[in-house]
């Protein structure tokens, strides 16, 4: 990964960050001086590495993990903000990644009942809950979306 | 990746699929830090497969369904 595309990567965490929600490739152009081609060019190349994952349908942001561009089963109130999260994981990443505690909501799959975590002092208030992950890690990257 | 309340949830949703790999909500908790508390800082840079390995490694997740490719 270049300096360019690194630094085409920090703008589109800051801006998400920033914004509450993913950044347009037009809003990272203006931010960092670039032409929209530019950005989605860019874009391309990080989803390529793994560092962002693209709509494949409309080259828009999908995942800037763990945040998510799209509404999911994950939500997490960090920083006096609501965001969704790809997975669970992704949502006690949200916590991390803004070093923060949090609240995070989800449910459980099986039977649908709400699952509310505090994050305090950076730990769950619930240490009873279990996470399952299906996929094996040498597949996680084959379909990420479904992982 | 998701929360259960309990194996009995877990072996219920999976209704005879292969289960996956199972960890209690702290450990999941300490992961997420592990892997995602620099996700963004302005000097981060992309982590290498053996840094994702050691982080997993680090916190026991030493089975093969945690190997990374």
Not at chain 2, 23 to 47: F, M, T, Y
């Amino acid at each position: 990964m270049d300096e360019h595309d690194l630094q085409l990567r920090s703008s589109t965490y800051s801006l998400f960050v920033e914004l509450g929600r993913a950044p347009t490739a037009i809003e990272v152009a203006d931010s960092d001086g670039l032409s929209p081609a530019d950005v989605v060019g860019g874009w391309q190349r990080l989803h390529e590495q793994h560092a962002l994952v693209l709509d494949p349908a409309t080259a828009e942001i999908r995942m800037a993990n763990p945040f998510s561009a799209v509404p999911t089963a994950h939500r997490v109130l960090a920083k006096s903000r609501w965001w969704y999260a790809n997975c669970a994981w992704d949502a006690f990443g949200i916590c991390a990644a803004l070093h923060t505690d949090g609240r995070i909501e989800t449910s459980c799959p099986d039977c649908g009942a709400a699952l509310n975590v505090e994050v305090r002092d950076q730990r769950p208030d619930d240490e009873s809950l279990l996470f399952h992950c299906l996929v094996p890690a040498a597949r996680w990257w084959d379909d990420i979306v479904f992982t | 990746m998701n929360l259960f309340r309990s194996e009995e949830h877990i072996s219920r949703w999976l209704g005879g699929r292969a289960p996956g790999a199972t960890i209690p909500v702290g450990k999941l908790n300490e992961l997420a830090h592990a892997w995602w508390s620099d996700r963004l800082l302005p000097e981060w840079q992309p982590h290498t497969r053996e840094q994702n390995q050691a982080i997993l490694d680090r916190l026991g997740l030493v089975r093969e369904f945690w190997r990374l490719p």
